[in-house]
T-cell receptor, first 112, second 114 residues
Framework: NAGVTQTPKFQVLKTGQSMTLQCAQD?????MSWYRQDPGMGLRLIHY???????DQGEVPNGYNVSRSTTEDFPLRLLSAAPSQTSVYFC???FGRGSPLHFGNGTRLTVT | AQTVTQSQPEMSVQEAETVTLSCTYD???????LFWYKQPPSRQMILVIR??????QNATENRFSVNFQKAAKSFSLKISDSQLGDAAMYFC???????????FGAGTILRVKS
């Protein structure tokens, strides 16, 4: 049972480049989400999805796109990377309301 | 919007002793969920404990327990018999009854001295 698988673990981008952070879960969770972690700010919600075909914005959505074509996958796209997007990114999934989040191992992204 | 405040950026505890991490939150909802997550240097996010707001009884998980004061909007974590493996960043988080979007505090770094 792999849980939540997130790739890559580390990534360095130049300003203006694009990339996709991959996230997959094998627990049949309906709810999936992306957070970014910055020093002194905890984790902040970027985008989330309550099921295949349904996505919505979180607290800090600007500069990021998501899609949810299957229950298992929830990729996060950076269309034009900026230094302000340097952060650690976490994907998470859960059964739903009130259930604990299961987190991936995170991606450390540096934008130069 | 809900907010979560962890007022202690860093805490230290001697091995085998007890430490309490503070967390307060702001909400107008009557039903919600509260969590403590642990993040060791490996960066992995690990669930420590979960509390349902409508339950009066404080949640416990082995050496970890909470003091949930709903009226005061306080949710502190007590770690008993601290171990070196408890050293980590601890996050308090709030989840509304209407969804599963977590709001996190800024975190408290816990150092355990041998």
């Amino acid at each position: 049972n792999a849980g939540v698988t997130q790739t890559p673990k580390f990534q360095v981008l130049k300003t203006g480049q694009s990339m996709t952070l991959q996230c997959a879960q094998d627990m049949n969770h309906e709810y999936m989400s992306w957070y970014r972690q910055d020093p002194g700010m905890g984790l902040r919600l970027i985008h989330y999805s309550v099921g295949a075909g349904i996505t919505d914005q979180g607290e800090v959505p600007n500069g990021y796109n998501v899609s949810r074509s299957t229950t298992e996958d929830f990729p996060l796209r950076l269309l034009s990377a900026a230094p302000s997007q340097t952060s650690v990114y976490f994907c998470a999934s859960s059964f739903g309301r009130g259930s604990p989040l299961h987190f991936g191992n995170g991606t450390r992204l540096t934008v130069t | 919007a809900q907010t979560v405040t962890q007022s202690q950026p860093e805490m230290s505890v001697q091995e085998a002793e007890t430490v309490t991490l503070s967390c307060t939150y702001d909400t107008s909802e009557s039903d919600y969920y509260l969590f403590w997550y642990k993040q060791p240097p490996s960066r992995q996010m690990i669930l420590v404990i979960r509390q349902e707001a409508y339950k009066q009884q404080n949640a416990t998980e082995n050496r970890f327990s909470v003091n949930f004061q709903k009226a005061a909007k306080s949710f502190s974590l007590k770690i008993s018999d601290s171990q070196l493996g408890d050293a980590a960043m601890y996050f308090c988080a709030y989840s509304s009854e209407y969804g599963n979007k977590l709001v996190f505090g800024a975190g408290t770094i816990l150092r355990v001295k041998s």
